[in-house]
């Protein structure tokens, strides 16, 4: 296909209509949340003073109950509570790393699962949130990758998976505080990195961060929200304009040969057409990096040719590269660089510029780490044979 095909998208992924009963408000955004009050019986001359109300109590404090939601009439909550609910996705187990990492289990409507991963730092904590049920990439080294996609998430799920982490951390401020109030963030960032494609799952995605950016609500700046892609070029420029955060990119290779086989959207568009979206990305600029992330794959596309080519292939863009030591996971057909090799890629990419952290592993004992996520439902392992066979090894 051409750098111009439509994109398309299996009719399986679009989540099927829900049965029908009360409205749930999460995930609507504030137009969609008037209009919705509108045609559910709030006067128009109300709407947009409900709409502000109904916001801070959702997305600044986590009130779920109407009943709580003591700036409204007790008349206007009781019909609120008979129309519509605040629900979040379910947090089905926790699993805590002896580094602090967590691993949630989340299960969404119709029962399916995804996980979403909270990694603790001393000045900071990074939430890392899936955005569709599997995916249909199937990246060779990535766990999810062997997952079949079900479906997109909604606007809904995906904020939701930061309300509930939000839960979780017990981070959520009294009535009446200020998020800015409330002391240092807990959940300071967003990383769209969790399982599936965000720019496959494009429209919900940009709600559900416009949802967590809103600064009367979960107020988490643009700066310290980051989506990654595989690569789909034509809604590259599309996320600067109607998201505003930053951009990773997962590149791992640095011939269109091997990057075929690790990152198979290459095919579609290669690395020409990327890195050609990504001159012209309008946010381009020294203050505002792209990233590029890198998993090391010992004998894949590790050496220091490699470190050279790619140093060649980004010149001219502002970025830097997070160096990725490989995640193994049962079946894997691929094994972690060695630390000697990884560190003199670094050294490479360094001399010529570019910072390039080596990202430390975090969660290996529960699963968690990049790479390796995959829902419970969808557990059945594929053998390492299956595995290599659709990698082309």
């Given amino acids: 296909m051409t750098a111009s095909s439509p994109i398309t998208q299996d009719v399986m992924t679009i989540p099927r209509k829900m049965p029908e009963g009360p409205i749930n408000l999460v995930g609507l955004t504030r137009a969609k949340l008037l209009a919705t009050l509108i045609e559910h019986g709030t006067p128009e001359k109300q709407a947009k003073m409900r ?7 959702v997305y600044q404090w986590g009130v779920r109950d109407f009943a709580k939601m003591t700036n409204l009439s007790k008349t206007y909550r009781a019909e609120l509570a008979e129309k519509f609910v605040i629900e979040i996705p379910e947090m089905v187990s926790r699993q805590i790393s002896t580094d602090g990492t967590r691993k949630y289990l989340v299960r969404i409507a119709g029962g399916h699962e995804v996980e979403v991963v909270y990694i603790p730092e001393t000045d900071r904590g990074t939430l890392c949130v899936s955005s569709q049920v599997g995916c249909t990439l199937t990246c060779s080294f990535c766990h999810t990758g062997t997952q079949k996609l079900v479906r997109n998430l909604t606007a809904g799920e995906i904020v939701g998976q930061i309300m509930m982490a ?13 998020t800015g109030d409330a002391g240092p963030r807990l959940l300071s960032n967003v990383v769209l990195m969790g399982m599936g494609e965000p720019l496959y799952n494009f429209d919900n995605v940009r709600d559900a961060m416009k949802i967590a950016m809103d600064n009367e609500g979960i107020s988490l700046s643009r700066r310290r929200i980051t989506l990654s892609t595989s690569g789909v070029v034509p809604e590259i420029a599309k ?12 590149f791992h290779a640095t011939t269109d040969e091997v990057r075929d086989k690790l990152v198979p959207i290459n095919k579609r568009w290669n ?14 600029s020294n203050s505002e990096r792209i990233t590029f992330e890198y ?11 490699d470190a050279r080519r790619l140093v060649r292939l980004i010149e001219g863009i502002p970025a830097k590269i997070n ?11 691929y094994q972690r660089s060695d630390w000697s090799q990884i560190k003199s890629f670094a050294d490479v990419i360094y001399k010529a510029g570019y910072a ?9 004992d529960i699963m968690a780490a990049c790479g390796q996520l995959k829902s419970a439902t969808e557990r059945a392992r594929k053998s390492r044979k299956q595995i290599e066979a659709e990698a082309g090894l």
Avoid: H
């Fill in 323 to 333: 160096l990725i030591p490989f995640n193994e996971w049962p079946g894997s057909p």
């Fill in 51 to 57: 709409v502000n109300q109904i916001w801070q109590w």
């Fill in 166 to 178: 939000r839960d979780d951390l017990d981070e959520w401020p009294q009535p009446g505080v200020g």
């Fill in 271 to 284: 690395i020409e057409a990327l890195l050609a979206a990504l001159k012209a990305y309008p946010k381009l």
């Fill in 239 to 250: 996320t600067a304009e109607e998201i505003g955060c930053m951009l990773a990119i997962s």
């Fill in 295 to 305: 998993v090391m794959l010992k004998d894949v596309n590790d050496s220091d040719d």
């Fill in 356 to 364: 390039s952290p080596i990202r430390k592993p975090r969660g290996e």
